[in-house]
């Protein structure tokens, strides 16, 4: 079983950037397409992006396309959100997970396990 702990989230004005980890253990999640999900206030989790198990193929969300940047270091077991030009809008809590299939990649939260437990990004205006 693989355990996720995100860190990095905090406040920030608009405009500013965070970066997120998600650092795994209990086992290596180099097989595994890896994703990053949020949840802002009143709304339902949603996916922002994804990256392929090998690193070298990446997803995002219209809404973060441009501004924020997925990577993964499979030697240290992390994965990393590089959010750039945040916006108010941006406010949530922000989780990783990992595909439930190894080799696979998508963005159907259905297809994500292992949550973590998230990080509280808040973005001032």
């Known amino acids: 079983q693989v355990q996720l702990v995100e860190s990095g989230g905090g406040l920030v004005q608009a405009g500013g950037s965070l970066r997120l980890s998600c650092a795994a253990s209990?086992?290596?999640?180099?097989?595994?397409?890896m994703a990053w999900f949020r949840q802002r206030p009143g709304e339902e989790r949603e996916f922002v992006a994804t990256?392929?198990?090998?690193?070298?193929?990446?997803y995002y969300a219209d809404s973060v396309k441009g501004r924020f940047t997925i990577s993964r270091d499979n030697a240290r077991n992390t994965v990393y959100l590089q959010m750039n030009s945040l916006k108010p809008e941006d406010t949530g809590v922000y989780y990783c997970?990992?595909?439930?299939?190894?080799?696979?990649?998508?963005?159907?939260?259905?297809?994500?396990?292992?949550w973590g437990q998230g990080t509280q990004v808040s973005v001032s205006s």
């Open positions: 209990g086992r290596t999640i180099s097989s595994y397409a």
């Open positions: 990256i392929k198990w090998s690193g070298d193929s990446t």
């Open positions: 997970a990992q595909h439930r299939v190894p080799l696979v990649s998508g963005s159907r939260q259905d297809g994500y396990t292992n």
